[in-house]
């Protein structure tokens, strides 16, 4: 349903961040964008879910590696188990959560925006078959991806082009 050329990155969730990095860096010789924590409310089918976030992408890739801490009660609920998800940048997000939804793959959680309806920012959805998790990126928000790994800010999608204040 995807192009490989939009897969940019994997997320592994784990318990415990630090270590993990290092293990990373040293086993791998990864090198890191900068380290950001913030608290992102995301809507799942169980609700609204207020996630406590610490994250990082690699500068090395693509692909990229994607490290997050876990994060109870949200789609980063469960630790340690190697890839998490698999990451695409997709240009029409709406569309694309639409066509997943409509076959049958199971939505996990998105961004909360009180202002738009449906997904924003990233979606998530599990494969039928596989049960392979699927993260979907908007492609807006790419440039702000790009700036962060170059050394800037962690890119927010909730302000216009995907950029932190």
Not at 10 to 16: M, R
Not at 32 to 60: H, L, R
Not at 145 to 155: L, T, V
Request: hydrophobic share 35%.
């Amino acid at each position: 349903m995807f192009p490989l050329s939009g897969f940019y990155h994997f997320g592994i969730v784990v318990s415990d961040f630090d270590k993990s990095i290092e293990e990373l860096s040293n086993n791998l010789g990864i090198e890191w964008a900068s380290v950001t924590e913030f608290e992102i409310e995301c809507e799942q089918p169980n609700g609204i879910v207020t996630a406590d976030m610490k994250v990082v992408y690699s500068t090395t890739g693509p692909p990229h590696f994607e490290v997050i801490r876990v994060a109870p009660g949200t789609v980063w609920g469960q630790a340690d188990q190697g890839v998490h998800h698999l990451g695409y940048w997709t240009e029409n997000l709406q569309e694309d959560h639409k066509r997943l939804t409509d076959a049958g793959y199971v939505w996990e959680s998105t961004y909360r925006n009180p202002d738009t309806e449906g997904p924003y920012g990233f979606t998530y959805h599990t494969l039928k078959e596989t049960g392979i998790r699927v993260e979907l990126v908007d492609l807006a928000r790419k440039p702000a991806f790009d700036n962060w790994m170059a050394g800037g800010e962690f890119p927010s999608a909730m302000d216009p082009g995907g950029m932190q204040n």
